[in-house]
């Protein structure tokens, strides 16, 4: 079972871990993401990200004035190999005093590769963003991370030829659900160890075509960019608020 929120810590691995809250505080109050009565769902995928999500959010709640509710939400495909271990995610929910809500469907969908995946990742959005909706929630907590934003945008560049990625928050419904993304700013590595630090689990088995994906495609491209010069990933993300218009074609 994981640590809640502290425990036998070196002095390397608590800067690591005030670090890593200090800019998902920042990320939060920055872009006004949480306020006074909120209710937030988070999207559980299962993955370390998703947990780490959860973690600080449970911990923001717990320690900072801001009064709001949270709630974990996992949508589970029934006919896909990708799943999770669902009894210690309850663990965890239960000692973070978070409920735990699961939705179930079948994915009815043949094709196999890129393609499938691509249906699966849209199929589950629309199940969560509408079921959130539904049960009340205003708000939608999603886990992605720094790489997560600098993959989207090279992928928006290469293939749609925009520059766009992955905002902090995006209203959706007219504005009565908003996404948001605390973790934003947070890259992925950090996220790794943070959650190794308090022993998340990570999928229990993962999907046979998430190598097969473009996003995977691209993961690589901006590891290799990153071997070229570190800091490369940190450089593309804070690109698109560093934009100087005098120099792009209109």
């Known amino acids: 079972m994981a640590i809640i929120f502290s425990g036998k810590f070196d002095t390397k691995q608590k800067r690591l871990i005030g670090e890593i809250r200090s800019l998902f505080v920042q990320t939060c109050d920055g872009y006004g993401l949480i306020e006074s009565g909120d209710k937030v769902a988070v999207g559980l995928s299962g993955g370390k990200d998703s947990l780490t999500l ?16 949270i709630a974990a939400v996992y949508v589970h495909v029934d006919n896909a190999a990708y799943s999770i271990d669902l009894d210690r995610v309850k663990d965890l929910c239960e000692n973070l005093e978070v409920n735990l809500l ?3 469907f079948v994915l009815d969908d043949k094709r196999d590769g890129e393609n499938r995946c691509f249906i699966c990742s849209r199929v589950r959005r629309k199940i969560l963003f509408d079921y959130t909706r539904e049960e009340g929630f205003n708000k939608l907590a999603l886990g992605h991370n ?8 090279m992928m928006n560049m290469v293939y749609h030829g925009k520059f766009c990625s992955l905002p902090p928050k995006l209203d959706f419904f007219d504005g009565r659900l908003q996404v948001i993304r605390p973790i934003i700013k947070i890259s992925k590595e950090q996220t790794m160890l943070y959650a190794n630090l308090f022993g998340f689990l990570s999928v229990k088995s993962g999907c046979g075509f998430e190598h097969v994906s473009a996003r995977h495609r691209f993961r690589k491209y901006a590891d290799y960019l990153e071997k070229i010069n570190r800091g490369s990933k940190i450089n593309i993300f804070n690109s698109m608020a560093n934009i100087n218009n005098d120099y792009l074609v209109k």
């Open 54 to 69: 959860l973690h600080l959010l449970a911990f923001k709640k717990r320690y900072f004035p801001t009064p709001f509710d």
């Open 102 to 104: 699961v939705k179930n």
């Open 146 to 153: 720094m790489d997560d934003a600098v993959e989207t945008l």
